[in-house]
């Protein structure tokens, strides 16, 4: 105990800085000792004392040649004097500083201390957030029409025999986009036909035209439910996971080194997952139609005073070829807008965990945007052409 109270009073002895005037606008100051924590160390205000009482200091000279030791408390010091300095316009020189601390100091000035930590949060301007949008959709329309591009491209060549990609990872999507989706299809498909008969029902009970129950369901399901629910289903499912694969394929910089390899990443890997889904999209929505019809059923006949023979008699003068087509077709467009904008996010994806999150929901939202905006300029070409 007694040991140690010597050695603080040591180090406090050996702690000290002399100040001297070199000349009417130069003071230099001589650091001596022992600089460590658990000393009586001088403070900062010392040498601010000094400067607030002789204005002419222009110049100021730290020599450290006697300094025997130092630590972290050295170098605070050090750190407070020279911002007090470059607040005063005082010129700082430096003498004889130990290598560790002008390394140290070196890296403090590296990375600037950050005074307004609110200016990131700051409101931006109406003009620049309008100007920010204007770039950002022009930036982002054309790399979607250049995705295309490329897409319909490779489908030429796969059609010119040119093409490579396995055949196996063919019959993988397929599987994964067809058979594997076919229970949440079926769920929601299902409940969508129970919604419109319920919604069916009700209006048309008001005219005693409840026989009517099963021409609405089958016209909604076949021209615009099936393929539109399926649609969405698939973009939160198979979009989201074309983009979250490929996404990661691009961290692990696997798209590198098929680029390296010369195998064009559009071949191998968006022409097979373009294929499945533009083979399997119809037959899901032809499946999603013809539950969505048996959801009706289940209401009409269960609730209704309606016999399964007088509904599915209804739905069979009530639908044509021409609102099977329209939803079949709508089916093999959707799956094309998914599986471009699940390919396009993902190999867009920055290479970052957090990047391939954001690739996915990007992909989603854009397959959904895409798949309401078809829709709606299907409605308006069938209102032209009276389909």
């Known amino acids: 105990m007694n040991q140690h109270k010597k050695l603080c009073e040591e180090m406090q ?55 025997q030791g130092w630590d972290t408390t050295f170098l605070t010091f050090i750190s407070t004097i020279t ?104 769920l929601i498909s299902v409940l969508v036909g129970l919604i419109l008969a319920f919604v069916g029902v009700v209006q048309l009970k008001l005219f005693g035209a409840q026989i009517y129950v099963a021409n609405l369901v089958a016209i909604a399901m076949a021209r615009e439910m099936g393929a539109l629910m399926t649609g969405i289903i698939m973009a939160g499912r198979i979009g989201a996971a074309y983009a979250a694969q490929l996404g990661t394929m691009q961290v692990n910089e696997e798209i590198d080194a098929l680029n390296t390899m010369g ?52 739905t069979q003068e009530s639908l044509d070829l021409t609102n099977m087509a329209l939803g079949i077709s709508k089916g093999g467009i959707y799956g094309i807008i998914i599986a471009l904008s699940g390919c396009m996010r993902g190999m867009q994806s920055g290479r970052s965990a957090a990047a391939v999150g954001e690739a996915t929901t990007s992909a989603v939202v854009t397959a959904i945007v895409g798949i309401i905006v078809t829709d709606g300029v299907f409605a308006v070409l069938c209102d032209a052409l009276a389909l």
């Open 263 to 314: 195998i064009d990443p559009m071949d191998f890997l968006v022409l097979p997952r373009l294929f499945a889904l533009i083979l399997m999209m119809p037959l899901l929505t032809l499946y999603a139609d013809l539950l969505g019809i048996m959801g009706g059923a289940i209401v009409g006949v269960g609730i209704m005073d309606i016999t399964m023979v007088q509904y599915f008699t209804q």
């Open 83 to 186: 911002k007090e300095c470059q607040k005063r316009n005082i010129v700082l020189e430096m003498q004889e500083l130990p290598k560790g601390v002008e390394r140290l100091l070196h890296l403090a000035s590296a990375v600037p201390e950050q005074r307004d930590t609110n200016q990131k949060n700051r409101r931006k301007s109406f003009t620049y957030v309008v100007g920010e949008s204007a770039v950002g959709f022009y930036t982002s329309t054309v790399e979607m029409l250049s995705f295309i591009g490329e897409a319909t491209q490779a489908v030429f060549n796969f059609l010119l025999g040119k093409a490579r990609f396995r055949r196996i990872d063919l019959l993988i999507y397929i599987e994964e986009s067809g058979a594997e989706s076919l229970p949440i299809v079926t």
């Open 13 to 67: 002895a050996q702690s000290k800085i002399e100040f001297s005037h070199l000349s009417a606008d130069t003071l230099l100051a001589s650091i001596s000792g022992t600089w460590k924590i658990g000393g009586r160390l001088p403070a900062p205000g010392e040498v601010l004392e000094r400067f607030t009482a002789d204005p002419k200091i222009k110049n100021f000279i730290i020599n450290s040649i006697d300094l």
